[in-house]
Structures are given as C-alpha cells and as structure tokens.
C-alpha cells in the first residue's frame, strides 16, 4: 500500500481549494523515539514532513491544531505581509526534508502574522528542531530547541500553573537540557518529581531518568571524560524566529 493519500483542503485565507498528501494511520508508527517525543520511522516516509498543509494559492500554511478560520484583519495582515509576496508553488505531492522545513517555516511565518496561540507556535519550533536533528545540524537544532522552549514558557505563564501541565513541565526540563542550561532542567524535573500534586506517572519516571542521567553526566564531566562541549553557548534572544 502507498503510504500518502491526497486529502483536500480549503485554505482558511484566500479560500481556495487544493490537495495535500497525508500519511496512512499504519506508517506513522515511530520505531524510535527521542526523550523530547521525536520520532523515527521505518518507512521511508516520516509523518511529521505532511503536518502542514500550504495553500499553494497564496501560502498560507498551518497544521491541523492552528485556528479554524481567520477574521478579516488577520487575512488582511496575512496577505499583506506574506501572501502578496508569495511565489505560487506546490507542496501538495511528496515531500524531502528540505520541503517539510520550507512548509513548517511557513507555518511559523503564519502562524506569527496572525497571533497565533503559543501553544501551536511551540510545537511548530519544536518540530523545526527535530528537523534540523534529522539532519544532524545541530547549531540550528539547538537555536530552534530555544526558541520552542521560549514558546513553551509562555504558554506555561498563561495557563500552566493551574492546569498541573507534567507533560508541559517535562518538555521545559528536557529542552533545557538539551540546549545545556542543565540547572534550569534540574530545577523542572525536579519540581515534577516532587510535586504530590502531580499524578502523571509516565512523565514522573521520565524526569526521574533525565534528572538521573543529568547527575551522570556532571559527574563525567568533573572526571573528565565528557565530550559535551558548548554547554555555554548562547544565542542573541532577539534573532528572529521567521528566518
Ligand atoms: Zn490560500
């Protein structure tokens, strides 16, 4: 069985209609997964590169979380922005790596331009970095695990502390260590642990182990014998997220 099917769509922003391809629910089985939920899959088709539909039409590009449908100011500063520029082309076939980047850059692009919620713009970072991680670039992995950390923080502020969010508070600990602020991530899984509040019992071992393996990694470093450098390296908080 092919594993993409064509599905039509309308675009919420300039209303025209169009294909995308989506993955079959039987290849989307991860054969392995990442400790920040990163998938790897056996076929040769990743799910993760369909997520986002484009509006071939105008450019316009969401995923299947974003907002159902745009007031007349959000089009106008779509199109306006973004739109007016867009060079007509089609994602609507298979995809490369390099095409799902384009697609989800462009789902950031829109999805800053009409305030979409933090919570969609997190995952859309998290997943650029996952991309980037396909691909082994790690300087842009680690730039984009930030600003999906950024993202995730803000949607904690907003509405985090009531909800008891462990999965939430888990993805700000792991993302923390990734990128090396190992205090910060000691500081989340930590509070997950030890919240009795906090009934979540896969992400409570999960931040047991990370934690765990954080203590490890400090004690290998204080011998020695790590290899992870770069734990200080800082991005400038004003790059754009857009590029
Ligand atoms: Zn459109």
């Known amino acids: 069985m092919e594993p993409l099917y064509q599905s039509k769509m309308q675009c919420i922003c300039c209303e025209a209609v169009y294909t995308t391809s989506r993955v079959r629910p039987s290849f989307k089985r991860a054969t392995k997964t990442d400790t920040d939920f990163c998938g790897y899959y056996k076929a040769d088709v990743n799910p993760d590169y369909y997520v986002v539909r484009v509006c071939p039409n105008c450019g316009y590009a969401s995923t299947e979380n974003g907002m159902e449908r745009l007031n007349d100011h959000q089009k106008k500063q779509y199109l306006d922005t973004i739109g007016s520029r867009w060079q007509k082309q089609d994602y609507g076939g298979r995809r490369s790596g390099q095409d799902a980047l384009a697609c989800y850059k462009l789902a950031l692009l829109s999805a800053q331009t009409i305030g979409e919620k933090d919570r969609v713009v997190a995952g859309i970072l998290h997943h650029i970095a996952w991309l980037y991680r396909y691909e082994s670039n790690q300087n842009e992995e680690k730039r984009f695990l930030r600003f999906a950390l950024q993202a995730y923080i803000r949607v904690y502020e907003a509405e985090g502390v009531e909800l008891n969010n462990a999965k939430l508070m888990y993805l700000m600990g792991e993302l923390n260590r990734r990128i090396g602020e190992l205090n910060e ?15 979540d019992a896969a992400m409570i071992r999960a931040s047991r182990e990370q934690w765990q393996f954080i203590r490890e990694e400090m004690e290998a470093g204080r011998s020695g014998s790590s290899g992870s450098a770069n734990l200080g390296e800082r991005d400038d908080p004003t790059i754009s997220t857009s590029a």
């Open 185 to 199: 991530a000691v500081r989340w899984f930590s509070r997950i642990v030890n919240d009795k509040k906090i009934m």
